[in-house]
């Protein structure tokens, strides 16, 4: 592999941050959200379970684009501090 | 300029058309009687725990919010809107807005007094405030005014900010509930410009109970900075993809500030003896031995807020039953002008009958705590995917 090449692949996964960890927290997430959704046979535990799933695998597929993280971030901000008004 | 960015950029500013008109046409209504009181529920995640070793226990503390009272003249607003004019704010993306504000603005008409305060402050390199606070008046000459502003420039996002706050400082010693609303949609590049920086200005604003909402419009802006503001300063945040979502954002925020039946709230969990806070889980809170804190600088009516911490409980045997926490909650009635208070306590009884504690679940308080638990996890995804990549 030519020095150019590696330096090239070397920035893309750089670009990339720690994708692939970042898609197994949010499965993580989602399988627990599903595990006590069932348990309790909560249907807003198993919707949030759901919806998350598909998150975590667009960010898989695609990477973790502006708008996966602005979603994210705002979701967060809103579930911690109970905003309504969405 | 080109075609597009004009679009957009009269796409904004009728959006804070609309906004000026519903906050000019809002005021109060007649004197009547006080509304009911906060109410403080604190329950655990089991009525029932199992006996034996000491255990951790989730604790949820709600705030059960009274409905506004219809007869009852509401808290008057002292608004904000601070308007990101910068080259970055014109573009193709708000193009339907202009005729869903429309149908905002006449929805306004309906619902809204005059006796509120309001102001407009823009930035681009510079700041400009171009609606200096005052009361309902001359309508069509404010309309003008902002109608009059022109993209271009870099983003002074921080002075824009401190800027809206100095013109609710001219009523700051009044009864109003104080509210910043920044609209932006795109990255702070002129003046302090970090995440830190605009939460640390949360945080003073606070203090002075002026709550900032933030509203992102595109994937330009950056949420970091807008939701540490939002959070420092216990304000709401907004991500929309396109203008087209602002009305209902706008409909959204105004229904919350016009809302109010509770300002300046404290929350303090005073744990019993050998009971330890572990954690808070979600919300913002201290924790100072054995107490607990949390700040809202406004509840709105008919909604729950709440706080989630985990503490550990000593050893216990069936049968025996024990004081986890009380809870003292202050604030002030905005109707009434006075302080108020509200209690709740939380009990937790043992038995060694492991049915009997598995039926005595709190689905509720599961519930909140997984969902909490999966912002965290939202969160720490995003510090995943941003660690070891490259500086923009």
């Known amino acids: ?86 | 300029m080109t075609h597009s960015k004009r679009y957009q950029h009269r796409t904004i500013i009728s959006f804070f058309t609309v906004l000026i008109v519903f906050i000019l046409m809002a005021g109060g209504v007649q004197a009547g009687i006080e509304p009911s009181k906060v109410i403080c529920r604190v329950e655990t995640d089991r009525a029932i725990l199992p006996a034996g070793d000491s255990q951790n226990v989730v604790l949820k503390i709600t705030l059960d919010a009274p409905p506004s009272p219809a007869h009852i003249k509401r808290p008057l607003v002292n608004l904000a809107l601070v308007l990101d004019q910068s080259g970055s704010m014109s573009g193709t993306k708000i193009q339907q807005a202009k005729a869903a504000a429309i149908e905002a603005a006449i929805e306004a008409l309906t619902r809204l007094g005059l006796q509120d305060i309001f102001s407009v402050v823009v930035y681009d390199t510079n700041v400009h405030t171009i609606v200096p606070a005052q009361r309902a008046g001359n309508i069509q000459s404010i309309i003008n005014t902002i109608q009059q502003i022109r993209a271009g420039g870099s983003t002074a996002l921080f002075g824009g900010v401190s800027q809206g706050a100095s013109e609710i400082r001219k009523k700051l010693e009044s009864d109003y509930v104080h509210r910043i609303i920044l609209l932006s949609d795109g990255l702070a590049n002129v003046g302090p410009r970090m995440p830190e920086d605009l939460g640390r200005l949360g945080a003073a604003l606070i203090k002075e109970n002026i709550s900032v909402t933030t509203v992102g419009v595109g994937t330009d802006y950056n949420e970091d900075l807008m939701t540490r503001l939002a959070q420092k300063s216990d304000g709401n945040t907004y991500f929309v993809e396109s203008g087209f979502d602002l009305p209902r954002i706008f409909a959204a925020e105004l229904g919350d500030v016009l809302n109010v039946v509770a300002k300046k709230v404290k929350v303090t969990i005073t744990l019993s003896d050998n009971v330890e806070a572990i954690n808070i889980i979600g919300r913002e809170g201290r924790i100072r031995e054995n107490q607990i804190e949390f700040y809202m600088n406004q509840l709105y009516g008919d909604q729950e807020k709440y706080a989630l911490v985990e503490v550990n409980i000593p050893k216990s045997t069936s049968g025996s039953r024990i004081k986890i926490a009380q809870v003292d909650v202050t604030y002030e009635n905005p109707f009434s002008r006075k302080p108020e208070k509200s209690t709740g306590i939380s009990y937790a009884s043992f038995s060694s009958d492991s049915g009997k504690v598995a039926r005595s679940t709190n689905i509720e308080v599961i519930r909140e705590y997984q969902l909490n638990l999966n912002a965290l996890a939202q969160e720490k995804a995003i510090e995943l995917s941003d660690q070891g990549k490259k500086k923009e």
């Open chain 1, 1 to 86: 592999m030519s020095c150019l090449i590696r330096e090239r692949k070397k920035s893309e996964l750089s670009d990339q941050g720690k994708k692939k960890e970042a898609v197994q927290e949010l499965k993580q997430s989602a399988a627990r959200l599903k595990q006590v959704g069932s348990q309790y046979n909560d249907k807003e535990l198993l919707k949030e379970a759901d919806e998350l799933e598909v998150q975590a695998d667009t960010i898989e597929d695609r990477g973790m684009s502006p708008k996966s993280r602005k979603v994210l971030r705002t979701e967060s901000f809103q579930m911690k501090n109970q905003q309504l008004s969405q």
